[in-house]
């Protein structure tokens, strides 16, 4: 199926006043989890709602979201599948059929957000485009430290230590100067971090969601780019703005990755616009 949005016409319209889904990823790690939903519940302009996406996590996860969900500021949706492999697309594509507002924000559960994070991809955000912020690499010293506070302020996560120093500072001004809006370049495609981006729903759904053929380690991001950008939806890049600390964990296997960048090359000498196995298998209503 090939959805043309040639028709469209991409005025330039921000999602601030018109609500978004806060979609996390998640499996096992409730600890990391526990610090994501902390910063989460500081947020300057809070999400609408928080779609937990879990891909098959044991009960400690389920057991931190009930008690730590009980007063949250916004209601929080834990959606969770059995334990089959890695199958992160299709979590994913079950977050984006119940989500229930038109701007989708997806993080990782190592993802700690600084207090304007949503704010910043709300401000940016613009019909045409889909948007994709950087991180601050937290190292593995700083990490661990981190997990044993309790509760931690905006100044501990600037004294943290790590990598790519640049992503740790705000600055509004520099933040819109630097929202560079890239074309079709391959580069641009394959270079795209699903921990920080952001989307329109109706784009995602254009495109059928994530293909669930990517089902272990890589390139489902790059793919879904490809897709948005074959329909005629850009990449604009967050720099100086939605600010998020990334912490340190092992790296999974990339056993697969060989495989799904073979699949991510054929995707884009197809043009591909369309999820053969994807979003639609799972919408709702």
Same mark, same amino acid.
């Given at each position: 199926m090939i959805v043309n949005l040639a028709h469209r016409n991409h005025f330039c319209e921000c999602a601030m006043n018109k609500g978004c889904s806060l979609i %996390?990823?998640?499996?096992?790690?409730?600890a990391a989890l526990k610090k994501c939903l902390q910063s989460v519940r500081w947020q300057s302009r809070l999400p609408d709602e928080v779609i937990i996406a879990d891909d098959g996590s044991n009960s400690d996860t389920a057991d931190l979201i009930a008690t730590m969900t009980k007063e949250f500021p916004v209601p929080v949706i834990?959606?969770?599948?059995? #334990? $089959? /492999? !890695? !199958?992160k697309t299709r979590i994913d594509n079950i977050a984006i059929a119940n989500a229930k507002y038109p701007?989708?924000?997806?993080i990782d559960h190592d993802m700690v957000l600084h207090p304007d994070f949503i704010k910043d991809h709300l401000a940016l955000s613009e019909k045409g485009y889909f948007l994709n912020g950087? !991180?601050?690499? @937290?190292?593995e010293t700083a990490t661990q430290g981190f997990l044993k506070q309790e509760t931690f302020s905006l100044t501990d996560l600037k004294n943290l230590t790590g990598k790519n120093g640049m992503n740790k500072l705000r600055m509004p001004f520099l933040m819109r100067f630097m929202a560079r809006k890239y074309r079709t370049k391959d580069k641009d495609i394959i270079e795209v971090r699903g921990c920080n981006m952001s989307f329109w729903r109706e784009d995602l759904v254009a495109v059928n969601g994530y293909d669930e053929a990517y089902g272990e380690w890589g390139r489902e991001d790059s793919? %879904?780019?490809? !897709?948005?950008?074959?329909? /005629? %939806? #850009? $990449? $604009?890049? %967050? $720099?100086? /703005? /939605? @600010?998020?600390f990334h912490l340190h964990h092992n790296f999974a296997s990339r056993e697969d990755d060989a495989r799904n960048m073979k699949m991510l090359q054929e995707s884009m000498q197809r043009k591909d616009r369309w999820a053969v196995v994807g979003l639609d298998q799972h919408m709702v209503g």
């Open positions: %996390i990823t998640t499996y096992n790690w409730p834990h959606l969770t599948q059995e #334990k $089959k /492999g !890695r !199958r701007y989708v924000i997806f950087s !991180r601050f690499l @937290v190292d793919n %879904i780019a490809i !897709r948005l950008f074959n329909t /005629g %939806i #850009k $990449k $604009k890049s %967050i $720099k100086f /703005g /939605g @600010v998020a």
